[in-house]
């Protein structure tokens, strides 16, 4: 073998050596990339249950269904202040450790926590933003009319 190859092999190596060093085949990790906050697999589910809780399964599919937990992680990515982001993750570990096991303590916890807690303001704001802007609200529940809509040439005003 000649040097040159002998060179070129150690440094394909060291590459695929390098890569394979960075991936977390874990398996821990959320399942959407996040840029600024870690979520992991566990965070997802609690949230995916939270949101069901919010908006439950009935005749409509619930939060969860309508992956409103997604919604809920992409835009506290993108758009919260670290602040709130820090906030909201010390919220979720509360919920972790004091409600984590039943749906009806999810509730329960949920209702319980005050008016100004900034972990179920945004929780319930991002939650009900999600919902109101998903495929199925704007395609089976509102009705919506072509511009310029109807017109009523024929309307009586009360003087």
């Not at 570990?93 to 999810?106: F, G, I, P, V």
């Amino acid at each position: 073998m000649k040097r040159r190859e002998v060179i070129k092999q150690m440094f394909v190596m060291a590459g695929g050596l390098l890569i394979a060093s960075s991936c977390d085949f874990s398996g821990k990790k959320a399942s959407i990339a996040l840029q600024n906050i870690d979520f992991s697999a566990d965070d997802e589910e609690l949230l995916g249950r939270l949101v069901n809780v919010i908006i439950p399964e009935s005749d409509s599919p619930g939060g969860k269904s309508l992956n409103l937990h997604l919604f809920v992680m992409k835009m506290l990515d993108d758009c919260a202040s670290p602040e709130q982001q820090e906030a909201f993750l010390v919220g979720l570990k509360k919920c972790h450790k004091e409600a984590s096991n039943d749906d009806t303590k999810l509730l329960a916890y949920l209702k319980g926590l005050p008016e100004d807690d900034q972990f179920a303001t945004i929780l319930k704001a991002r939650t009900l933003q999600g919902y109101l802007n998903s495929e199925y609200v704007m395609t089976n529940k509102l009705i919506y009319e072509l511009v310029p809509g109807r017109y009523d040439g024929a309307v009586k005003i009360n003087a």
